[in-house]
């Protein structure tokens, strides 16, 4: 079943509000903050959320392909899984 | 005898110029060729007139920009400033100010970091940029080589010239620039490859952050004895199988990080089945490795592979070092042991006066490993470079590490912790009072406290206990992007707790302790 990017959006940031900003609402969190910047996301955070996204996607993340790009923002992470799941033929 | 870190480049690159010096991603880099590339930009560097008493800035990855500019830099007769490319703008920004570069070597024109006033000169990577580059000069690295070509670099051979400035959390949220010359970092860089029997087969990986002082073993001690480098690109470390599977195919020999880092590739890295057959030796110092994960870490490498616990702070170099022969039992730490780099470490009183054997002093250190002083602050320097009570006249002056430790029966030093308000996090040092200031400079947050909680994994990991302004009050979510404005992310607190009031001791004093236990009461 295909997600639309919409849904994508709203499953990464609950995921990311759930462990890092917990006690938020989910919809405080702008899907085009750079949450690098922002202070959201430590080193370690940042494992994190590369482990979810390729659980999301299915298909390993490698770290060269963690960039401000790919993972900067919300936006930026739903696309990455979109192509991902593109690619794969997972969607 | 060398004088100073330029120096082993040079003599390597006479001796072995074919030998590999760096293996980066792309390609791999001769001593021979490194060499060539490092005088002809340190001729570039002469040309606008940049050498001793100079300061360079380096805002790159590991790469070869980096350690290219750090070479050429020194060769030049300057200072090199290591900046962390993932730091904030801002942050970057007050270095620059306080270090005051004359040149910048960087992977890409700074556009957000306010240059300093007296930066003349940004070496790129690439291409410069068309157009406006506020009066600097600015030179892509082909053009850099070309100018530098004709360019004679005499080479003084003064071992006291500052050769590196590392900047470290500051307490009143301004960075200290720690400053160690050819001479101090020399002390430890020979020592170590002795110690540590380095050779010219061995592979050494580059971990630590170039702004970090691990980073200034990796980088002299490999070309002090001809060996190879190794960075780890960046990003390996957010994907901890890839890292462990890097050291085995890398056949890296020699790896020194933080325990933190360890502990990373220990619980989620799968170090033990990515087989690293090929190291001969783990270095690790920071902070306090856990014995359990140690225990993993002794299974998960080969039975011969040697481990070093070593210690020093930024402002000391590694000063102690202990060869881990044997685990220690149930209830006994991990002993930091002997004093190293020609270093003299004793365990005083707040007066300066020896404790008995066993009990608890502050470790003071003494020797040429023992840094300059803090860059422009020569009374903060005097408060931690001090002479002991009633030592002979003319002694030497010792550094007052703020570690607390003990000098066990065996002659082994141990840590036990800090006698002020920093701590480390992953192994960075963070003075509690930086985040703090960093609080305090957004307008609706009335009051704030930082602790530290234990944290099996991490050591520790930050809190922050905050009461906002009524009724402007603000939320987990804008501190954390005030915070993230400002701070590097190894500073940043992992919790984040409202609260209405912050409690106090009776003598009045926020509570700490209290704050660090493990259930605060949030605000509602």
Redesign the interface.
Known sequence: MSASHGDLIRQIREFIVFSF?R??QPE??DPD?NL?????L???A??EV?DYLESLSGAP???????PETMGTISAMARFVAARRKAGGVA | MTHRLSDLLGQRAAETPQAVALELEERSVSYGELAAWVAQLAGTLRQSGIGRGDRVGIHAPKGLLAYAGIFATLRAGAAYVPLDPQA?PARTARILDDAAPRALFADRFPETAPAPEGLELIILDGAPPAGDCAGRRVLGWDEALREGLSAPVELPAAGDDPAYVLYTSGSTGQPKGVVHSHRSALAFIDWAVEALTIRPDDRVAGVAGLHFDLSTFDLFATMAAGATLVPL????????R??SRWISRQRITTWYSTPSTLV?LLT?GGLAEAAPDALRRVLFAGEVFPIKHLRRLREAIPPETALFNLYGPTETNVCTWHPVSALPGEGEDLPIGRPCSGDEVLVLDAEGRPVPEGEEGELWVQGPSVMLGYRGAPELTRRVLRQRSGAPEGEESWYTTGDLGRRDGRGDLHFHSRRDHMVKV?GYRVELGEVEVALYSHPDIREAAVVAVPDED?GVRLRACVVTEEPARC???EI??????L?P??M?P?EIILLDTLPTTPSGKVDRASLARAEVQEAT
């Not at chain 1, 690098?36 to 959201?40: L, V």
């Not at chain 2, 954390?480 to 404005?485: F, V, W």
């Open positions: 900003v006690g938020e405080a969190l903050l690098i910047e922002a202070g959201i430590d080193s370690l940042i494992i590369a993340v490698q770290g060269h392909e963690i960039n | 904030p690109p960046e990003g390996v470390l957010w994907r901890p890839e890292a990373l989620r992953r991490q939320s987990v979510l954390k992007r005030h915070l993230g404005g701070l992310s190894y940043l992992a």
